[in-house]
């Protein structure tokens, strides 16, 4: 059984629907990120889940009590805020031991459960300090040890690393998950960042303008996304227009392509292609050809634009220790039938 | 956004009523058709507000606190700009100094600044004179310039300027066409404030004029002393439409709480 | 880093800084008109004062003498201090939490409320002092009511009193202490109260715990603002004190314009600022140590 459930939760403000029918399940001990970009909803979700926002209709069950009636203080719940949000007027031990003071635990168990958490966060040393001092990651890590000391039934993050730069980030993501395994604590992460969503998380579910997309483990989210918008979300993917004939065949700029089987209707549909799916060939031998209009090198990588009768098309070439075709050159391009995605047209969703 | 509770309703309620009641009183009195001064009124009269018009010497004093006003703050403005430029962005040597000197009006205490005017001004041979109050009310309304023209400047962006001299812009065409343009609001902002607070200055002014450079607030202070008509209500009511009216002029053009809080808040 | 040249680099002089030349004219006037007249006004206190002769250029600390040691102005300066301890306590109560709420009101009302509170500021203090005369006198507006409804017999003597100056100081002295203390509010993080309610905290907890210290620095630097300012007001006091309840600031008045003993008004002057400084000083020190580790 579900153990955060979100059922057609909507929030309207004014004539706007922030949130608009969503539903989603949370298992126990699972880490799940609540993926979209800004202005999607997933920010006033987490608020109707804490307790921040008032819910407009729709209920949320957690661990089989309905949350919608109790106020946020009395829910329980452990939150990392975008901003760490900690209380700088108190050392990082007064910050963590808050939470357990509101619920009036005893000075000795208090100490013992600000120690164990201090230490699963790896800040035992800056106990006494102020965090008004202290590094972005440091900070972080307070957060999450306030938020966890609690012993909360859920942990909600909301946008945690966006604060940090690139390289500290890769690492509190590691930290995070780790963090998480060890406190045994589900987990809703909210985020704009996919790769990070990816990275992180058991099940990851895609929102925009306040819908559900998707909701699956991240692989199938990257590899078989249910709309064009997950498709295009979720890392660079090629989507080129299509017709998907009463015959059953799928038709693009007037050629005929091998898809997988599908299930669509005829009409207008999408096909998503992942740009590493594709591979360069000569220019008689592949699916189509092209010229050659841009060659970026990434390092590992070598990104190439084709000019296609199929419409531009991107292609990442792995470094293989050898230069690629260049600008002007034309070029064929094959792929496996099998990873064409074929997407219902976007606006007919 | 939490909001607030019926305990904090009721709160700043009373505060509001608390905060508005002597103004709304003064401007109540003012409307008595009696001689004497009640709340509230029991009719309605512009009988005072004629009375003013037939007072020289509350006519008088108002002509001179305007054309005090606009000196000063024309004069503060004057030395101010080039100082709060100069302060904002150089890194020269004492220039903290020189800012807490040109701040320091602000700390100092009125009844002291009075007596030091007078002494200063009593030994030069200009207590009394226009030229010596003009002086005076400079000097006290320059910080309140100085501060709002520091705040647009700090946040003044080098590189626009560099980007006009880069093609050719001499300094006094950077100045006129970039520089002045952007730190603008701050300075009508810091002019306005000026001009308020020399046009309701008591505390300094009521040591260093004498009658024929009397301004309204030492008037109206000395009024009151000996006695009390409606009088003083109606010149007070006259005195706070004009506030009024320059507040809203303010808030059209720099915003009311920035020029208060005084910092390029938003 | 280092690259190895031939030819030394030429040496230019840098350019003359002309900034500091664009602040000579208000320095210029501010040494004239302002660092001369103080110095004036310090050397004054220690000069004398014959009725007949008027002011003597002797150096002595007679004035300073006759001020500490006089039971007089003890008294005054007594007065002063307790009113303006008052009106700043007063501030405070009243200014932290109206400040706190204002912070948190939507921003139609908040801006009507901005300009009740701040607008004051705006207004000539003689007009907002006449204001509480009117309401404060024995048949003012607040005694007229408080009789009307029969609460009291006789009415309440507020006018020529302690009290009253106080009243009206708070008016006039409160927008500072609330500009200063929501400037220490918008500098907090909102979400903080968010993360103290999700922890189990109630409003009130709230308030105590996360947003007042937060807004001490606020509090603390609007406290010494208001202090400054009430302890060396002259319009308020002058008005609704008259010639029974003396500030020190009325009677430097008073030893200027009526006495004419100058240099004892002078040396007046000066123990007030001196006292001020101190008094503040001390209270900043007192406070720094007991909040200021945080925010260091």
């Known amino acids: 059984m579900a153990f955060l459930e979100l059922d057609r939760l909507t929030k309207r403000f004014g004539m706007i629907t922030a949130v608009d029918t969503l539903s989603f399940s949370v298992d126990r001990g699972s880490f799940v990120s609540l993926l979209g970009p800004s202005g999607c909803g997933k920010t006033t979700t987490l608020q109707m889940i804490a307790g921040f926002e008032d819910v407009t209709s729709g209920r949320i069950m957690l661990n089989g009590r309905n949350l919608s009636a109790v106020p946020a203080r009395e829910r329980g719940l452990g939150i990392v805020f975008q901003t760490y949000a900690l209380f700088l007027h108190m050392t990082v031990a007064e910050n963590v031991a808050f939470g357990l003071e509101m619920r009036k635990i005893d000075k000795p168990e208090r100490a013992r459960r600000v120690k164990a958490a201090l230490e699963l966060v790896h800040l035992s040393h800056l106990a006494d300090r102020y965090p008004r001092a202290m590094s972005g990651g440091q900070r972080q890590r307070v957060a999450l040890a306030r938020a966890l000391v609690i012993e909360p039934e859920l942990l909600l993050l909301d946008e945690p690393l966006s604060n940090l730069d690139a390289k500290l980030r890769e690492e509190m993501q590691l930290e995070l998950r780790r963090i998480q395994r060890e406190a045994g604590v589900t987990t809703l992460l909210v985020t704009h960042d996919q790769s990070e969503a990816m990275a992180l998380s058991d099940r990851v579910v895609v929102m925009e303008k306040g819908r559900l997309q998707q909701e699956a483990d991240p692989f199938e989210v990257y590899d078989r996304p249910k709309t064009s918008f997950v498709s295009g979300f979720l890392g660079k993917s090629n989507s080129l227009r299509a017709e998907m004939g009463r015959d059953g065949r799928l038709r693009c700029a007037e050629r005929v392509l091998t898809g997988p089987a599908a299930g669509l209707m005829p009409g207008a549909v999408e096909i998503a292609l992942r740009p590493e799916r594709i591979e360069v060939v000569d220019a008689a031998s592949g699916i189509v050809s092209g010229c050659v209009t841009e060659k970026v090198f990434l390092g590992n990588q070598w990104l190439l634009r084709v000019a296609t009768p199929l419409g531009d098309m991107i292609v990442l070439r792995r470094n293989a220790g050898r230069n690629e075709a260049g600008i002007g050159d034309t070029v064929g391009l094959t792929w496996n039938p099998e990873h064409l995605r074929i997407l219902p047209a976007e606006g007919a969703a | 956004m939490k909001h607030n509770g019926p305990f904090a309703v009721a709160f700043l309620l009373v505060f509001a009523i608390f905060m508005l009641a002597p103004i709304v009183v003064v401007i109540g009195v003012a409307f008595t058709p009696t001689g004497f001064l009640e709340f509230p009124p029991s009719g309605l009269s512009l009988r005072w507000f004629r009375a003013i018009l037939d007072n020289p010497d509350f006519m008088h004093a108002a002509w001179v606190s305007l054309k005090l006003a606009l000196v000063a703050a024309t004069v503060a403005t004057a030395f101010a700009v080039p100082a709060a430029l100069a302060i904002g962005r150089g890194s020269f040597r004492g220039r903290e100094v020189v800012q807490s000197l040109l701040m320091s009006p602000l700390m100092i205490p009125t009844v002291v600044l009075g007596i030091a005017f007078l002494r200063f001004l009593t030994v030069m041979g200009l207590n009394g004179t226009f030229f010596g109050l003009m002086l005076c009310h400079t000097v006290i309304v320059t910080p309140f310039i100085l501060r709002l023209v520091l705040a647009s400047v700090v946040g003044l962006d080098k590189s626009a300027e560099r980007a006009a001299i880069s093609m050719g812009a001499s300094d006094w065409t950077v100045f006129r066409r970039i520089t002045l343009p952007t730190i603008l609001p701050g300075v009508v902002g810091g002019w306005v404030l000026a001009f308020i607070t020399s046009f309701d200055e008591l505390t300094v002014t009521v040591f260093i004029t004498n009658p024929s450079t009397t301004t309204l607030p030492v008037r109206l202070f000395s009024y009151i002393a000996q006695t009390t008509d409606p009088l003083v209500a109606s010149v007070s009511t006259v005195a706070i439409l004009f506030t009024v009216v320059l507040m809203v002029v303010v808030d059209r053009l720099y915003g009311l709480d920035r020029l208060l809080i005084g910092e390029g808040k938003r | ?296």
């Open chain 3, 1 to 296: 880093m280092s690259i190895a040249s031939t030819d030394t680099p030429r040496e230019v002089a840098p350019p003359v800084p002309r900034e500091p030349l664009l602040c000579a004219p208000a320095l210029a006037l501010f040494l004239v008109m302002l660092l001369t007249p103080l110095i004036m006004t310090l050397v004054l206190s220690f000069n004398s004062f014959d009725f007949y002769e008027g002011i003597g250029s002797t150096f002595s600390l007679a004035n300073y003498t006759e001020v500490l040691g006089d039971r007089y102005f003890y008294e005054i300066f007594g007065r002063t201090f307790a009113i303006a301890l008052a009106t700043t306590a007063i501030c405070a109560i009243i200014g932290a939490p109206a400040s706190y709420f204002l912070n948190r009101m939507d921003p139609f009302w908040r801006s009507i409320m901005v300009l009740i509170v701040l607008g004051p500021l705006l207004i000539s203090v003689v007009v907002r002092t006449l204001g509480w005369a009117i309401l404060l006198g024995n048949r003012g507006v607040i005694n007229t009511a408080l009789m009307n409804i029969g609460l009291i017999e006789r009415p309440l003597k507020m006018m020529y009193t302690s009290g009253g100056i106080v009243l009206a100081l708070v008016h006039v002295m409160i927008p500072f202490m609330v500009l200063a203390v929501w400037a220490a509010l918008q500098r907090q993080d909102p979400a903080t109260e968010a993360a103290a309610e999700s922890l189990g905290a109630g409003p009130f907890t709230v308030f105590r715990r996360i947003v007042l210290p937060q807004a001490m620095p606020g509090v603390l630097s609007g406290s010494l603002i208001v202090f400054a300012l009430s302890a060396s007001a002259f319009a308020t006091p002058a008005i609704l004190g008259g010639r029974r309840v003396k500030v020190v600031a009325t009677s430097v008045h008073d030893e200027f314009m009526n006495t004419l003993n100058w240099p004892l008004g002078a040396a007046m002057a000066m123990i007030l600022v001196a006292a001020i400084l101190i008094t503040m000083i001390a209270w900043s020190r007192l406070v720094e140590d007991r909040v200021g580790r945080a925010y260091a």
